[in-house]
């Protein structure tokens, strides 16, 4: 018991630097760690190109190594700074800091996976921490709670509009034939889906007078079907108005994202410090 004081001071002092960016050690930590993403980023988009490869190749992959470990690292400090690891692991800053280091590791079972280490730029995110930006935050738990609402909506119409796409490319199938390139259904829903969503490569375009009919009806469906996700979302949006947050994260789970006034940590209730 004499050692649980300390421990958690020293647990408190780690996390203060680590997870706080409103103290000056805090907000040192989070620039230099921005920092060192941009820097593992560009290493990787450079390894990427031919050229610089041949001639830069090893070095690359050594910087690419050192990033990998520095992050391991401040991963594992992270779990340790909290006084619940696993509810910080499983949220969405746990998850997109284990992928940042995974790829390199999965380089030695799957080759070329090192190139998914571009995912680290989603760490950028905690700029708007960094700079107190907190109406952005704000906005972005805005956003990501519309779209979570409007899901099983999204979900339906999607649904909906795939069994057009099924019906309309069977038609046209059986319209146009494989005369006209439509070979196989499959073939002719890929039409459908081009068509319909106002894309239209130009590979395939029906050559009948029944058959252009059916494409312009299935254009002009098109305008109207991407105008619903749009309408779905927006008033999710009106609906799910929050108030405002602050950067300040819970010391328990790691979790950001409060309303100015909170008192407790609305992911693991513990009171906020």
């Given at each position: ?9 020293w647990?408190?002092r780690?996390?203060e ?5 409103d ?8 620039v230099?760690?921005l920092?060192?993403?941009l820097?593992?980023v ?7 190109v031919?050229e610089i490869?041949?001639?830069?190749g090893a070095?690359?992959?050594a910087?690419e190594?050192?990033f990998?470990?520095?992050f391991?690292i401040?991963y ?5 700074s909290v006084g619940?690891?696993?509810r910080y692991a ?5 998850i997109?800091?284990l992928l940042?280091?995974?790829?390199t590791?999965l380089?030695f079972?799957?080759a070329?996976?090192?190139?998914l280490?571009?995912?680290r730029?989603?760490?950028?995110l905690r700029?708007?921490?960094v700079?107190k930006?907190a109406?952005?935050?704000?906005e972005a738990?805005l956003?990501?709670?519309a ?10 119409f999607?649904g909906?509009v795939l ?5 309309v490319?069977a038609?046209?199938?059986?319209i146009?034939g ?5 070979t ?7 039409w459908?889906?081009?068509t319909?969503?106002?894309v239209?490569y130009?590979?395939l375009?029906?050559q009948?007078?029944t ?15 991407i ?5 779905i979302?927006s008033v999710?949006?009106?609906?799910s108005?929050r108030?405002?947050?602050h950067?300040?994260?819970?010391t328990e789970?790691?979790g950001?994202g409060h309303a100015?006034?909170?008192r407790?940590?609305?992911?693991c ?5």
């Open positions: 018991m004499s050692e649980k004081p300390g421990h958690d001071s647990r408190h780690m996390h630097v680590i997870f706080e960016a103290t000056p050690v805090g907000k040192t930590f989070d230099a760690l920092l060192a993403i820097l593992s560009a290493a990787v988009l450079l390894e990427s031919g490869r041949a001639q830069y070095e690359l992959r910087i190594w050192f990998t470990i520095l391991t401040e594992v400090l992270r779990l340790l619940r690891p696993m499983v949220s969405f800053f746990g997109v800091d940042a280091i995974l790829p590791y380089s079972v799957i070329g996976s090192q190139s280490l571009v995912i730029a989603l760490r950028l700029v708007f921490r700079l930006l109406h952005f935050l704000g738990h956003l990501y709670a779209l979570r609402a409007s899901s099983r909506k999204i979900v339906v999607l909906a069994t057009v796409v099924l019906i490319g038609a046209m199938y059986l146009e494989p005369e006209s390139g439509f196989s259904i499959p073939q002719a829903v890929y459908a889906i081009v319909m969503t106002t239209g130009g590979d375009s029906p009948t007078a058959g252009k009919l059916l494409a312009s009806v299935v254009m002009i469906l098109g305008y109207g079907i105008a619903v996700p749009t309408g979302v999710e949006i009106a609906s108005l108030s405002a947050t950067t300040q994260s819970c789970c790691g950001e100015i006034d909170a407790y940590c609305k992911y209730g513990v009171e906020l410090s």
